[in-house]
């Protein structure tokens, strides 16, 4: 869409991936005149193309941490609009598998810290147990730390009705798109692409997504059956990846953001809020 150099959104959202997705379609949904810049041909061409497909629980987040809160949030909202959205799920549960004394020796500290978390039904489990929930693991196999709310779902799919839901409350999406510099008058910020500037009152960054160093080197098992087996030679705390990072936002306070009547076209039907 030809960008009007007079327009001044509510609210730009630099980067489509998940984050920024959900960040349109909430703001989209709450009446906001919103826009999306994402440098690539497409929206969710990062790490939210691929990922391990595994809504966490949060149950080996740092304690108190920004990363729980996000994770725990999530966590609760995938579940609460995940049918309006028709989004799957598959209620796999989580293993964190001990294949070495030391790692069976650090389960209860896992343990420990899910509960700290808040996430009471983890518990360790033996090795017996261990095998009939998961018969296709290898031999070794010492004990585990059961997650039974760790699942699966699309990594896919519930960016893009995100982005969907957007779209349909009125959202806008502006591909190759590449943020190259902004400036802030005090008022609004002038974003720079090579389109031409998007003026917005308040800008989202969620374009800065980090890699796992871990995942690389992680060594991860998964059985045919229906749990989600994770584990790397250096400890049962295992596959993990860095914390996403924070959606920044730039200047105003999200209540200065301007409300309007705007038509809901799906509010009865499966992308209703
Ligand atoms: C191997 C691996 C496995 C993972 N497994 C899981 C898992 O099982 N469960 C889980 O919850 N998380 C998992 N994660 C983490 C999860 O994938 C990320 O936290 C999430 O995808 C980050 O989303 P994002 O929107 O922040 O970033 P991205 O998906 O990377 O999106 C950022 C977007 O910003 C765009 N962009 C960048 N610069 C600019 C610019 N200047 N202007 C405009 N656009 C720009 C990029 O093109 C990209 O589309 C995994 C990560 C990895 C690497």
Redesign the pocket.
Known sequence: MPENSDAVYDLAV?????????VLRRFALAGANCVL????AD??????????????TGFDAPPGSVELAC?RA?YAEYLAIRERLNLPLVETSALVVAWTESERARLPEIVARAHANGIADVREIGPDELRRREPNLGPGALGAVLVPGEH??D?WSA?LAYAHQALANGGTIRRN????GGAFDGERWTLQ?PGGPVRARVVVN???????SS??TSRRRRSSGRSFCRSRPSGPRA?S?????L?TCWSAPPQRIRRTARPRPWKRGPCAR
């Open positions: 630099i980067g489509g991936g998940v984050v920024g997705c959900a810049l994402e440098r690539g929206i969710l061409g990062g790490a939210s193309k691929g990922n391990s497909a595994i809504l966490h994770m999530g699966v779902i990594p960016p798109a590449p943020v190259e692409t969620a374009a800065r997504a980090r890699g796992s995942s690389s596959f990846w860095r914390a996403p990072p959606a």
